[in-house]
């Protein structure tokens, strides 16, 4: 999760977050935000290509880029 997080940190502004967990006891709850200061990539357009085998880091880095309104999506979704 430390990759992707990195990665998508390239593409977002600081303080978007990029993804949050939820434990059974508020105690285990986190949010990682992004904490770019770069500002390099951030106003190139984007897409990002997924289909079924994409899986952990790679939907981590696709679903915070489409949450954020930062690149669309193309192709077939495996997670909401």
């Known amino acids: 999760m430390d ?6 940190e ?14 059974r006891h508020a105690s285990q709850d986190s949010q ?3 904490e770019n ?6 106003g ?3 897409a ?3 289909n079924e085998g994409s899986a952990s880091g790679s939907e981590i880095v696709a679903g915070a880029l489409r949450d954020n309104k930062r690149a669309v999506t193309v192709g077939h979704e495996i997670f909401r």
């Not at 990759?3 to 998508?8: D, G, Q, R, S």
């Not at 200061?37 to 951030?42: A, E, I, K, P």
Request: hydrophobic share 50%; aromatic share 8%.
């Open 3 to 8: 990759v992707a997080i990195k990665i998508t």
């Open 32 to 34: 990682a935000r992004s």
């Open 37 to 42: 200061t770069n500002g390099d990539f951030l």
């Open 48 to 50: 990002v290509m997924i």
């Open 10 to 23: 390239d593409f977002l502004p600081a303080g978007k977050i990029i993804v949050s967990t939820k434990g």
């Open 44 to 46: 190139w357009p984007m």
